[in-house]
């Protein structure tokens, strides 16, 4: 009966055992998206084609964004494609003022597109993203439009 529970004394001064069923902090703060680059790449693809039509055409061939629609409050990405726009026409202020994560976003679909086209980074599958950036980076974003975009005001 003894063998049994040796090790209960020692859960509670070990930090690296799990309590309750949940890991250490650091063990969940350590944990990252994987992300398939094959269809990240397409999607870059699509929004590449979107930003060409709305180039051309006199409207946005994109929808407004359904939750500002319904409620009045804007979503985390909310002016990113206008941000975008602005950065393609090389207006930076303008993009900055839009949504300050637009222009790192336009970067970031470069250097997917980057990798598609060099060889040797075409056997790379899978993008590893740490969870607490993309949270940190929505929550930013929203706390932007929410609290300091002037086009949402």
């Known amino acids: 009966m003894e063998a049994e529970h040796q090790h209960s004394a020692g859960d509670s ?21 994987q992300v398939p680059l094959e269809p990240l790449r397409w999607l870059v693809v699509g929004c590449a084609g979107l930003a060409f039509l709305g180039f051309v055409l006199p ?14 409050v804007p979503c985390p990405l909310c002016g990113m494609t206008r941000s975008v726009r602005s ?33 040797k980074t075409r056997s790379v599958k899978v993008l590893r993203v740490p969870a607490v950036a993309c949270i940190a980076v929505i929550c930013a974003s929203w706390v932007w439009n929410i609290a300091f975009n002037p086009t949402f005001a």
């Open 13 to 33: 001064i070990c930090p690296d055992r799990f309590r309750n069923g949940r890991a250490p902090l650091r063990k969940r703060l350590a944990k990252t998206f």
């Open 87 to 119: 950065a393609m026409r090389f207006d930076l202020g303008q993009s900055l003022t839009f949504q300050p994560f637009g222009l790192p976003a336009l970067i970031a679909g470069v250097l997917i597109l980057g990798t598609w086209a060099l060889p």
């Open 59 to 72: 409207f946005s061939p994109i929808p407004p964004c359904p939750l500002l629609t319904i409620t009045g």
